[in-house]
């Protein structure tokens, strides 16, 4: 017998958001990405800038290590670098990361990015 899994809108996940050593949260642009933590690593990311009004910059989903290569050399997101640029990931099922990604944008309103119009999974924050 199998169970039914529920349509994807009834979903709620808990999420273990990643910091890097010393529990505090990766820098985009120092984090390394040559670690065997990154190998086939998949899911969610959130980028946001530091300063007087941290903000979400960059919501997005995939392979994790070459997303946030990509991002290292993206002008619209490095243009906030003066402000400090930081990032966490989590490891979620390929069926469920347009849902989550659209939650957390709906939720942390990025400056940067288009981001998919399905139904949102609802997941903790990162804070």
């Not at 199998?2 to 990643?18: F, M, Q, V, Y």
């Not at 050593?21 to 190998?39: A, D, I």
């Not at 300063?51 to 070459?66: H, L, N, R």
Request: aromatic share 12%; net charge neutral.
């Amino acid at each position: 017998m199998s169970i039914p899994i529920p349509p994807k809108e009834a979903l709620s996940l808990h999420l273990n958001w990643t910091r890097c050593e010393g529990n505090v949260w990766c820098t985009l642009n120092s984090v390394n990405l040559e670690h065997k933590h990154f190998n086939n690593m998949q899911g969610v990311y959130i980028i946001w800038h530091g300063g007087t009004k941290p903000w979400a910059v960059y919501i997005g989903q995939g392979d994790i290590k070459e997303r946030i290569a990509a991002h290292r050399k993206d002008l619209g997101i490095q243009k906030y670098e003066h402000m400090g640029l930081y990032v966490t990931w989590a490891t979620v099922q390929e069926d469920f990361r347009d849902g989550v990604e659209a939650y957390l944008a709906d939720i942390w309103t990025p400056k940067v990015g288009n981001h998919p119009q399905v139904p949102r999974i609802e997941v903790n924050s990162p804070w």
